[in-house]
């Protein structure tokens, strides 16, 4: 089948959840063929809670927020692809295609904010695919819900890829002003034919330095997170990354080892073979050599550091590059005493 330009998958796993699959044996024997054409589907959720509990002391955050399932930005390596399967679509494709929106996640995060058992926490927005992604342009559930942190004066960490979120500066620099809000900017390569190829409908670079940037300068708390590396394709470039992130005025810098789960792992290896055919075997290997010969390693604690030779020497090769260039830098401590119900009039009192 063609090279589909625009996406990063470029075939439909199998849904484990699913007994059956078409598929496509004889491309002039079948009347519906695959919808490959680039056209995005949006369906609308309505959950009954938007908080979700992270159980994984891999991770910076206690809840993650997830707005939107499913990604357009079609990065070849997101992890996310595998809940994916939980909605009943593929985790190829169809993760890129059939996207999923909660309109009320700003009426649940209030409700759950005004429950009288809550205490503030570190909640990550989002956990899973990007709450900057294309489609929140036009819903705007993103900018909605950090009008429901700040109302509550409740800290809140982002992660993203996607320049939109300068649209909401206004709403971010009264979170700062409090202590409110730090921002990553994931940024993996600086090579444009590279991001072109592993993260089709992303903002470019260029532009993600210049968020960083302009977040800095608005006195946002924002850094950089060089993730996912992988060996032998971008994992030369960290020094180049923390650097171009230092000059835009990053306070931080983080990274993980790339990692294959699930059905990721077949995604993952027919782009890399159609894309890079002369390394790929390379590359391919080094991945495993970073995970005890597999793809991907499910143990707290190793699963996104990765071990032996490779993983340490690029584990190293990353602290050097922040020595170097965000030595003395740091995200100012979330003020969580702020944290406050509207129409009490009081602020809580916390045990720490």
Same mark, same amino acid.
């Given at each position: ?7 990063? $998958? ?13 598929? !496509? ?24 809670? =938007? ?48 996207? %999923? $929106? ?5 009426? !649940? ?13 570190? =909640? ?41 979120? !300068? ?31 592993? #993260? ?21 708390? $924002? ?9 032998? !394709?971008?994992?030369? #470039? ?71 030779? %490779? $993983?340490?020497? =690029? ?38």
């Amino acid at each position: 089948m063609e090279y589909i330009k625009g996406r990063g $998958a470029q075939i439909n796993t199998k849904n484990r959840f699913e007994t059956r699959e078409r598929v !496509l044996e004889h491309f002039e024997g079948i009347d519906e063929l695959p919808d490959l054409d680039g056209k995005t589907e949006v369906f609308l959720e309505h959950p009954k809670t =938007i908080l979700n509990k992270t159980e994984s002391p891999d991770l910076p955050f206690d809840f993650s927020l997830n707005p939107y399932q499913g990604c357009e930005h079609g990065c070849v390596y997101c992890y996310a692809r595998n809940v994916h399967q939980y909605w009943g679509y593929s985790a190829g494709i169809d993760f890129e295609q059939k996207l %999923i $929106a909660k309109p009320a996640a700003p009426e !649940l995060l209030r409700k759950a904010f005004q429950n009288k058992n809550y205490k503030p926490s570190r =909640i990550s927005l989002s956990g899973n695919t990007d709450c900057y992604q294309p489609l929140e342009r036009k819903m705007e559930i993103t900018r909605s819900l950090l009008k429901v942190f700040l109302e509550f004066k409740h800290p809140v960490g982002i992660i993203t890829k996607n320049s939109l979120i !300068l649209r909401d500066i206004d709403i971010l620099s009264e979170l700062a002003e409090n202590n409110l809000v730090h921002v990553m900017v994931s940024i993996t390569s600086m090579r444009e034919d590279l991001r072109l190829l592993m #993260e089709p409908r992303t903002a470019t670079t260029k532009n993600r330095l210049g968020v960083i940037k302009h977040l800095t300068e608005n006195g946002i708390p $924002a850094g950089v997170m060089t993730a996912p590396i992988i060996p032998g !394709l971008n994992s030369d #470039e960290i020094p180049d990354l923390i650097q171009a992130a230092a000059d835009a005025g990053a306070l931080a810098a983080g990274f993980t080892m790339v990692r294959l789960n699930g059905s990721v792992k077949d995604i993952f290896h027919d782009w890399l073979f159609k894309s890079f055919p002369d390394a790929a075997d390379k590359i391919w290997n080094q991945i495993k050599e970073c995970h005890g010969g597999q793809v991907n390693d499910n143990r707290f604690g190793m699963r996104m550091r990765g071990e032996g030779h %490779i $993983a340490e020497s =690029i584990r190293q090769l990353f602290k050097l590059s922040v020595k170097k260039h965000l030595d003395g830098r740091s995200f100012p401590e979330y003020d969580y005493s702020l944290f406050k119900r509207p129409g009490t009039g009081l602020q809580l009192e916390l045990d720490w």
